[in-house]
């Protein structure tokens, strides 16, 4: 099981996300025993990157200086082999950020491009109507287009929804299950994204670790919709991570 090995691990995730999802973010890491830091300041970056295990560029809430920094955090690890997980959130809505995940991928070797339909379609260049961050709607062939982004990047591919796949542009993996509550809360697939640059930290096989995260994940979503009430959903996922990740085991103070 992917959490516990992250657990296992405690990796120190370096992630430059948006604000509306760095606090979920940050405890959903620390809820498998990873350490989060945020930072996107342009001047401590690389330095920040450096004592890192992995990094999360999330585009989120990108705006000129937090792109600058992304590209520096990006450059840095590559040079020091740290993997680099890249989530195009909401990359179709506009210009600015087609642009900016265009520069990215050209910049930075990304290990893993995590993202939804919608993103994968702008991404592809494929015909799609998404609307903000929202996944959207269009016909695609997925596994044929991220295959093909993967090639192209020389990257896996993770693209989430009801049923999530992965891909190395060749293997294809689908991971079913969870629970459609899961779109009604925000940052529920930023937080797999920093999840997987965790995952990605671990030794082994890493599409294999990230197959074995989602599925993890779509078990969190189960568990934490016992309860069905939205107000509470993103503790639960908290939850419902700390205790898989714990191997089932409940928190007990000793
Ligand atoms: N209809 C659905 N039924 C069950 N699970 C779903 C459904 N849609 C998405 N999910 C799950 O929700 C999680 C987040 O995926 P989603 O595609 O919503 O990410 P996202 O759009 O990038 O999210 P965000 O931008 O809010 O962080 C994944 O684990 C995915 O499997
Ligand atoms: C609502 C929202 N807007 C920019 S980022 C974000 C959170 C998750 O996609």
Redesign the pocket.
């Known amino acids: 099981m992917t959490l516990s090995s992250i657990r296992k691990k405690n990796p120190l995730v370096h992630c430059i996300t948006n604000y509306v999802?760095a606090n979920f973010t940050a405890n959903g890491l620390l809820a498998t025993g990873a350490s989060p830091v945020m930072a996107d300041e342009m001047e401590e970056v690389e330095e920040m990157v450096s004592i890192a295990n992995g990094l999360l560029i999330n585009l989120?809430t990108v705006n000129v200086r937090t792109l600058e920094s992304m590209m520096i955090a990006g450059k840095k690890a590559n040079e020091l082999n740290i993997p680099v997980v890249l989530?195009p959130?909401?990359v179709g809505a506009t210009k600015y950020r087609q642009r900016a995940i265009k520069d990215i991928l050209e910049k930075v070797n990304v290990q893993l491009i995590?993202?939804?339909?919608g993103?994968l379609a702008t991404i592809a260049e494929v015909e799609w109507q998404g609307r903000g961050?929202?996944?959207g709607n269009g016909d695609m062939d997925l596994p044929t287009v991220a295959k093909q982004v993967a090639i192209k990047y020389n990257c896996l591919v993770a693209v989430?929804?009801?049923?999530?796949f992965l891909t190395d542009g060749y293997l294809e993996y689908w991971?079913v299950?969870?629970?459609?509550l899961?779109?009604q809360?925000?940052?529920?697939?930023?937080?797999?994204?920093a999840l997987s640059a965790a995952a990605l930290t671990l030794e082994g096989n890493p599409l294999s670790n990230l197959c074995e995260l989602?599925m993890d994940?779509?078990r969190v979503?189960e568990l934490a919709s016992d309860h069905l009430l939205l107000g509470t959903f993103q503790e639960e996922i908290i939850n419902s991570i700390h205790l898989l990740s714990r191997g089932g085991k409940q928190w007990t103070l000793s």
């Open positions: 999802v989120g989530d959130v909401g995590r993202c939804n339909m993103e961050v929202d996944s989430t929804g009801s049923k999530d991971t299950g969870g629970h459609e899961m779109t809360v925000t940052g529920t697939g930023c937080l797999l994204s989602f994940y779509k979503a």
